[in-house]
C-alpha cells in the first residue's frame, strides 16, 4: 500500500501562487502516476493534474493549463502542484493519489476510481 501526505495548501490573494507537495511512501515501486484532483463545498471531486512516476506523461485539466505545472522528485518521491495566478474558483481541497500500472501502455488520469491510494488533502483559499 501507498501512503500519501500532502501539504503546502493555505490562504491567498486572487493572482498569487502555492506549491502542493505530495509525499509518498511504501509500496511506491507500484506507482504508475499520481494525480492532483480537487474538491470544492458542494461540488464533485474534479481532475486537475497527473503524471507518470517516470515524467514521461503529463495531463492537465482546461481550467489549469498554462497557470498549474506538475512535476515530480523521483529521489524524495514526492509530486509538486504549482500553482500560479489562482483565481478564487480554484479554492478546495486538493488530494493527491496514486495509480497502479493496470495495462500496459495505457493509463487513466482523469478517472479518480482508477487511483488505489489518497492522501488526506490539503485546503487551498484564494480570497479577492
Known amino acids: 500500500q501507498v501512503q500519501l501526505v500532502e501539504s503546502g495548501g493555505g490562504l491567498v490573494q486572487v493572482g498569487g501562487s502555492l506549491r502542493l507537495s505530495c509525499a509518498a511512501s511504501?509500496?511506491?515501486?507500484?506507482?504508475?502516476?499520481i494525480g492532483w484532483f480537487r474538491q470544492a463545498p458542494g461540488k464533485e471531486r474534479e481532475f486537475v493534474a497527473a503524471?507518470?512516476?517516470?515524467?514521461?506523461?503529463?495531463l492537465y485539466a482546461d481550467s489549469v493549463k498554462g497557470r498549474f505545472t506538475i512535476s515530480r522528485d523521483s529521489a524524495m518521491n514526492t509530486v509538486y502542484l504549482q500553482m500560479n495566478s489562482l483565481k478564487s474558483e480554484d479554492t478546495a481541497d486538493y488530494y493527491c493519489?496514486?495509480?497502479?500500472?493496470?495495462?500496459?501502455?495505457?493509463?487513466?488520469?482523469?478517472?479518480?476510481?482508477?487511483?488505489?491510494?489518497w492522501g488526506q488533502g490539503t485546503q487551498v483559499t484564494v480570497s479577492s
Open positions: 511504501g509500496r511506491t515501486f507500484n506507482t504508475y502516476a
Open positions: 493519489a496514486s495509480q497502479r500500472l493496470i495495462v500496459l501502455g495505457s493509463w487513466y488520469p482523469r478517472t479518480s476510481d482508477k487511483y488505489d491510494a
Open positions: 503524471i507518470t512516476w517516470s515524467g514521461d506523461r503529463i
